[in-house]
């Protein structure tokens, strides 16, 4: 009884009664094409199936059979044995790729997200569509560079805690970057110095309104004379490299950066874990040969072919770009004053008192101070007024008060006799 019973789909009950009607001389093969949406040579094979087979040669011979190309019980439960051992919180598509390049084992993408699924180990995520105005991209690779560091568990407690000083192209999503324990003046230096030497001065930098970026305090006399606005340090060895600093005023707006930050915080961190990476400048080496893999699976082609990254001009001096520089004035005892320290210029002139002279502060503790374009000689020396004293411990002793009775003879008696007889009970 079983047998007699053919399931079809509401497709195919469609298509048998035009086949029907067809083979009824009701309607043409090319009218019967039409209306189910095949070819005349299809219509003419299924007229043909139904004469011999009936009505069952409408549904497809491969119904209910198994796939030719399933895998077989044994590969799904090692793959599966895998993926709960080693890859349980890896995404599908990163987890197809380890499975090839560690387990030489070949698997879509599909498969291991299926496997997964059946494990418990993946669920389906629906990601909430947020709108935003969208940017196009800049049409040449080096018109803009977003830049920013990004705060994560990059070692998952192997290590100490360190910051990804990341760049990403606008055009071309291109990846460049460098771990540092904080972010701030010095790894953005350090970064955007090693950033230039490989590509060349972009044309502009997006960065966010961090300090180390953006400062909220007003600008100085000088700045003021010059006409410009307050700047910090990074801004300030940007504008002297002759870079553009645009400011973002969302994490949004350089979505481009954070959506790079997302795929590595996922897939650099698995890559470390599986290199078992434990330190700051293991980190560092991993860098040098992850990340051009991660560009060429994950950066685009410009839409236009030409580079608009500069090179570096021979004769500039980064040493004195990439620094902490500020202005100080002469005293007339050719005295300088920095950061609480004090320095003696050596073979002083009376052109000197009272004028101002530059001051660059290496990262390395060096210092230079520059006057008239040339570089002065110096010692430190110490300030004898401020020198500390040693300090003398002082105990407060903290006397008992007593009641003050006065005597009987004390003038405030003789107008309050009748206070003497108390006052001589309380002296007993």
Known sequence: ?????????????????IIHKVMDKQLTQVEGGKLVKLSERQVRRL???????????????NRGRASPRKMAERDEDRIGALVEERYSDFGPTLASEKLMEWDGIRVSREKVRQIMMAKGVWKVHRRKKDVHQWRERKAHFGEMVQMDGSDHDWLEGRGPEIVF????????????????DYEGVYPAMDSFRRYIRRYGLPSSVYIDKHSTYKTSRQPDTDELLRGEWAKTQFERALGELGVEVIHAHSPQAKGRIERAFGTLQDRL???????????????????ETYLPKHNKRFAKPPLRPSDFHKPLPKRMNLEEIFCLKGTRTINNGYIIKWKSRMFAVENPSIAMKKRKVEVMEHFDGKIDFRFNGRYLKFREVRDHKKEEKPKVAIVMVKRERRKYI???NHPWRKHNPSLHHNCYLERI
């Open 269 to 287: 961190v698995k890559e470390m874990r599986l290199e078992s990476i434990s330190t700051k400048d293991e980190a560092n080496l991993f860098l």
């Open 406 to 408: 006065p005597p009987a």
């Open 165 to 180: 000083m990341g760049y990403v192209d606008d055009a071309t999503s291109d990846v460049f970057g460098r771990f540092y």
């Open 1 to 17: 009884m079983r047998e007699d019973i053919i399931m079809m789909s509401k497709k195919e009950v469609e298509r048998l009664k």
């Open 47 to 61: 007229v043909k199936a139904v004469r011999l087979k009936g009505e069952a040669g409408i549904v497809h011979g």
